[in-house]
């Protein structure tokens, strides 16, 4: 229905004549026809920001144009009233010469409901009520507006632009919001929303789609998933895996979990047909919802074609493929993997992938692995060529001077691995996928070695096609035996070789007899350090010296009583899952330390395996979307611990040379920055500075970045480090905190 504008001039005067502007109105009737063509009402114009100027009501008859004077510099808020009508309420701030608000009326109705909350709760006194025009094309449609609706003895009940409309409704805190879809109000009458039901906590909403429009079918489901540091524990895993929630989208794809604690998630959206989806990590906030914003995607499952070369592995067996999704972010483990075996033409076709980032591993027999490489797998992915570099190799394996029949690994940096077995003349031969470093692992029963070796460079001489390699093994005899605090033998125990004086700390691992006693050939000479486990008995470390072409001092070396200590991760709604919880004891004498890790459950409860005796700790807490804590407690038997996390910390940037590794200290404690790495990946951030760390998520507070044996010893003694070895200053909240670590005093030339 066409109606017409009657032009109407209003000269009203507000806030004086000197600094008067006149405004034009167009008050326009707008949504479902109303069948009179005029609608009376009230133009009503208030002053926000100057409560002492009066109230001023125009009469109307809508549709009209008319025009006001308007003192500048005020914040005038505009509404027209009339029975049966809802308005837009606009603000009007910037007034110029020229200026024209339009303001639209729509006939209205009423929406009401029941708000239903859990025994024990009250029901808020109000809810906000959001209003969206349907997805999909239509007549001219309300805008979105946003107000309170009261709620009174359960009842809601609100006047509102008649049509159809989205609707959200949420409480100010505590309650997680309500949808309804496509909902109609009629014009002139009520439309009972039925039972409002409000869940307590936080909530996660999103939407998801087929990659080809088509409909989501009813067996579509996303899961919810707490994300979690990687971890060896299977029990916490799984408990972490059946936390998990899944929720069911509607047909138009929206989903919402709801009373989800607070953490980061991953989203994982399933229909038979498609490959899964998955989008994180999502942070999720106490009594928040989190809106996912990009839409969650359905694809086809692709199938990717991978051609090696050579075709088979050089010893003439097929290659086999591990493929591994990257998850996000990368520092937790992978979720979906596959394994496949190539033809004897060196093919392989996957089964049906999802899009994304993947870790190929190329393994040979013998679970060698001989390459590595990252994927970016697309739709309408091309075959993938991969090209298996092989090198000749020849050599010895000795222990001293005389030659050693034992199996070899060489292993490189980025995790491939190969095997060799040497003959009893020490002879072995084989292939490599390349030139370079790699780091030699050699195993023999009858020597009683289970060691690794300082990594040796592995070169083709100029006109040569063959490289050749000699690995010694150091002729050492390591032994002694493993007793309980009542000097009884412990059968089976095993032990752990610390070797301190190489510029990587590396271990070796051996194994007791039935007798409790152990021997070894072959360990690095220096300084080491030897701690011995068995079930819930575990040592303290002993320090000892390896010597070459000798004997080293026999050990006996008594294991104690372990305990288990159980602790908590809270946060101030509840049990934080998938924390990671370092952990270590005070200093020894021999400047050692007992270390033990956890990862939360799903309730945010950890256990750790210590010493019986135990009575200060130290901790490094990992929580996914909270501060990262490190702390010292009191570990008083039989009382649980409990470690509080906060929502928001700051960023600490640590810049540093080369030389030894620093220090962070803090609340009276100190980590090896190999945590806060941890904690930079389990954040997103990707290393690009190797003398520059950027941690983000720390607890607030002050903090030290320390260099230097005398701050190491004055740490280990409880004692504050020298402040000229360390840099200092206070994180806040949100903040960030730089500290670079401080040069070394030059030597005095004596």
């Known amino acids: 229905?066409?109606?017409?504008?009657?032009?109407?001039?209003?000269?009203?005067?507000?806030?004086?004549?000197?600094?008067?502007?006149?405004?034009?109105?167009?008050?326009?009737?707008?949504?479902?026809?109303?069948?009179?063509?005029?609608?009376?009402?009230?133009?009503?114009?208030?002053?926000?920001?100057?409560?002492?100027?009066?109230?001023?009501?125009?009469?109307?008859?809508?549709?009209?144009?008319?025009?006001?004077?308007?003192?500048?510099?005020?914040?005038?808020?505009?509404r027209f009233e009339a029975k049966g009508f809802w308005s837009e309420t606009l603000a009007v701030s910037e007034i110029r010469t020229d200026s024209e608000v339009r303001l639209r009326v729509f006939p209205s109705g009423i929406l009401k409901g029941r708000v239903v909350v859990p025994v024990g709760e009250r029901p808020p006194a109000a809810l906000i009520l959001r209003l969206q025009a349907p997805f999909g094309p239509g007549k001219e449609k309300p805008p979105e507006i946003t107000f309170p609706c009261p709620v009174k003895e359960g009842a809601l009940s609100c006047e509102v632009p008649a049509g159809r409309h989205d609707i959200r409704l949420r409480a100010e805190t505590a309650w997680a919001p309500v949808y309804r879809w496509d909902f109609v109000v009629p014009t002139g009458k009520a439309a009972d929303l039925e039972e409002v039901v409000l869940h307590g906590g936080a909530s996660v909403a999103g939407w998801v789609q087929t990659e080809d429009g088509s409909p989501l079918s009813s067996e579509c489901r996303l899961r919810l998933a707490p994300i979690s540091a990687a971890s060896d524990q299977r029990t916490v895993t799984d408990r972490l895996e059946k936390a998990s929630m899944e929720a069911k989208p509607n047909d138009r794809g929206f989903f919402q979990f709801l009373g989800v604690p607070p953490g980061q998630y991953e989203i994982t959206g399933l229909q038979p047909g498609f490959a899964p989806a998955r989008i994180g990590p999502v942070q999720v906030r106490a009594d928040l919802e989190a809106n996912v914003i990009e839409r969650m995607v359905l694809a086809k499952p692709m199938v990717v074609e991978i051609r090696f070369d050579p075709p088979l592995e050089p010893y003439g067996k097929p290659w086999k493929i591990e493929l591994y999704r990257q998850s996000i972010p990368s520092h937790v483990a992978s979720s979906e993997s596959h394994f496949g075996e190539a033809s004897s033409q060196g093919i392989w076709r996957s089964p049906g992938l999802s899009p994304g980032m993947y870790d190929l591993r190329v393994v040979g027999d013998l679970k060698a692995v001989w390459h590595r490489e990252?994927?970016?797998?697309?739709?309408?992915?091309?075959?993938?060529?991969?090209?298996?570099?092989?090198?000749?190799?020849?050599?010895?394996?000795?222990?001293?001077?005389?030659?050693?029949s034992a199996t070899l690994w060489l292993r490189g940096k980025d995790g491939r691995k190969i095997r060799f077995d040497s003959d009893d003349q020490g002879r072995f031969t084989g292939i490599l996928p390349g030139e370079g470093s790699w780091h030699p692992q050699v195993a023999s029963e009858s020597e009683g070695l289970q060691i690794s070796l300082e990594p040796i460079e592995v070169k083709v001489p100029d006109g040569k096609r063959v490289a050749e390699v000699t690995v010694v093994v150091p002729d050492t005899r390591f032994a002694g035996q493993v007793v309980d605090d009542a000097g009884k033998p412990v059968p089976a125990a095993r032990l752990t070789v610390v070797h301190l004086s190489k510029k990587q700390n590396r271990q070796s691992q051996l194994t007791a007899d039935e007798r409790g006693e152990f021997s070894a050939r072959g360990l690095s000479p220096g300084p080491v350090m030897v701690l011995a486990m068995e079930g819930e008995?575990?040592?303290?470390?002993?320090?000892?010296?390896?010597?070459?072409?000798?004997?080293?001092?026999?050990?006996?070396?008594?294991?104690?009583?372990m305990r288990t200590m159980e602790g908590r991760v809270l946060s101030s709604s509840g049990g934080v899952p998938g924390a990671l919880v370092e952990a270590w004891t005070a200093f020894d004498s021999n400047g050692a330390s007992t270390s033990a890790q956890a990862v939360s459950g799903p309730d945010g409860r950890f256990e750790l395996q210590l010493?019986?005796?135990?009575?200060?700790?130290?901790?490094?807490?990992?929580?996914?979307?909270?501060?990262?804590?490190?702390?010292?407690?009191?570990?008083?038997?039989?009382?649980?611990?409990?470690?509080?996390?906060?929502?928001?910390?700051?960023?600490?940037?640590?810049?540093?040379?080369?030389?030894?590794?620093?220090?962070l200290v803090h609340g009276g404690t100190f980590t090896l920055l190999h945590h806060l790495e941890t904690w930079a990946q389990l954040q997103g951030v990707r290393p690009t500075d190797p003398g520059r760390l950027t941690v983000p998520n720390v607890a607030s507070g002050p903090y030290s970045l320390c260099r230097g044996a005398t701050a190491v010893s004055r740490l280990r003694e409880g004692a504050e480090p020298p402040t000229a070895d360390c840099a200092s200053g206070v994180l806040v909240p949100n903040g960030e905190l730089v500290l670079r670590v401080p040069s070394l005093a030059p030597t005095p030339v004596q």
């Open 537 to 561: 008995r575990q040592s303290d470390f002993v320090s000892t010296q390896i010597v070459e072409d000798s004997e080293s001092p026999w050990l006996r070396i008594a294991l104690r009583r």
């Open 374 to 404: 990252t994927l970016e797998l697309r739709p309408g992915q091309e075959p993938i060529y991969v090209e298996v570099p092989v090198l000749r190799v020849k050599g010895s394996l000795k222990i001293g001077k005389e030659p050693l």
């Open 1 to 78: 229905m066409r109606r017409s504008l009657e032009i109407l001039t209003v000269l009203l005067l507000i806030g004086g004549p000197a600094s008067s502007t006149p405004v034009r109105f167009v008050v326009d009737l707008a949504g479902p026809a109303s069948p009179d063509p005029k609608v009376s009402g009230i133009l009503r114009i208030t002053s926000r920001t100057a409560p002492e100027l009066r109230t001023v009501e125009v009469p109307v008859e809508a549709p009209a144009r008319l025009e006001v004077d308007l003192a500048a510099g005020i914040v005038w808020e505009v």
């Open 611 to 663: 010493p019986a005796d135990t009575t200060l700790l130290t901790l490094a807490v990992l929580p996914p979307g909270f501060a990262m804590r490190l702390l010292t407690v009191l570990a008083v038997p039989g009382q649980p611990l409990e470690v509080r996390v906060e929502a928001q910390g700051g960023t600490l940037v640590l810049e540093k040379e080369e030389g030894p590794t620093p220090l």
